[in-house]
C-alpha cells in the first residue's frame, strides 16, 4: 500500500493489553492549515504469516474529512466492512487549530468525544475487545499527545 504525502502514518502504537470498558484513549494535535483527512484506527494485530498473512479486524476507523465536514466510522470483521455511519449533530475540527478527542470504550459502544463534547458513538462490532491492540494515526495532523 503507498502512502501519498498528506496521507502518511504519523502515529502507530500498541494498546497494552488490549481495549476494555471504561479505557479512553486520548489524542491531541493541530490540525495542519491546508487539511484534506485524519484517518483514526483501532484494530487488532494481522493473522497468519508471510504470504498468508491477513489484516486483523478492525473494531472503530474514523475517516474525518475536512472539505466535507464529515467524520465516518466503520469497522471490518472477517475480512469485510460494514456499514459505514456518518450523521454528526456539528463538525468540530477546524484547520490551524488544536483538538483533543477521546475515544471511550464502553460495554455497548465506543463513544468519541471532541474538547470535551460529545460528537458520535459507534456500537461494537469487533466483540473480542481485548484483541483490539494497535493504535494508528495518519493524516493531516500534528500529534501532540497520544495517552
Known sequence: MATTPNNEEVYVGQIKGGLRPAMRIVLMGIIHKQPKSLLVTVSCPPRGEGDEEQEGDVGLQLTIKFTEKAVIRNSRV????G?????LSFFPFAAGESFKMEIV???????ILVDGQPLCGFTHR?????????LR???DVQLTKVA
Open 105 to 111: 470504550c464502553e460495554h455497548q459502544q465506543f463513544r
Open 126 to 134: 469487533v466483540t473480542q475487545l481485548a484483541s483490539l491492540t494497535s
Open 83 to 87: 456499514a459505514s455511519e456518518s450523521i
Open 78 to 81: 472477517n475480512g469485510k466492512w
Open 137 to 139: 494515526v495518519g493524516g
